[in-house]
């Protein structure tokens, strides 16, 4: 049973940073790209950053600069570091893998910043 664990949100004021957790089980973690997903209010979710399995990442330009993503592969970990956070990365944020056989979903941690 596929399983992905978020860990590390909570309420930070604007310009404050928090490091997200997600811990992976039941996948080949490290034949797996990982990501981050947010999705707001009202809103569609929508990708924060994503890493190969190799360690090439890619971020929406809203958090470039900002946001890094990374993974241990020998913990079956991805971290996500936030910094400089604004109001409007208030969402919940999203563990993604995606394997040879599908892709899977944590079930979320709430990220508020206030302003």
């Known amino acids: 049973q596929v399983q992905l664990v978020e860990s590390g949100g909570g309420l930070v004021q604007a310009g404050g940073s928090l490091r997200l957790s997600c811990a992976a089980s039941?996948?080949?973690?490290?034949?797996?790209?990982m990501g981050w997903y947010r999705q707001a209010p009202g809103k569609q979710r929508d990708l924060v950053a994503r890493?190969?399995?190799?360690?090439?990442?890619n971020y929406a330009d809203s958090v470039k600069g900002r946001f890094t993503i990374s993974r241990d592969n020998a913990k079956n970990m991805v971290y996500l570091q936030m910094n400089s956070l604004k109001p409007e990365d208030t969402a919940v944020y999203y563990c993604?893998?995606?394997?040879?056989?599908?892709?899977?979903w944590g079930r979320g941690t709430q990220v508020t910043v206030s302003s």
């Open positions: 993604h893998a995606i394997d040879f056989r599908s892709d899977y």
């Open positions: 039941g996948i080949i973690f490290a034949f797996s790209a």
């Open positions: 890493i190969t399995t190799s360690g090439g990442t």
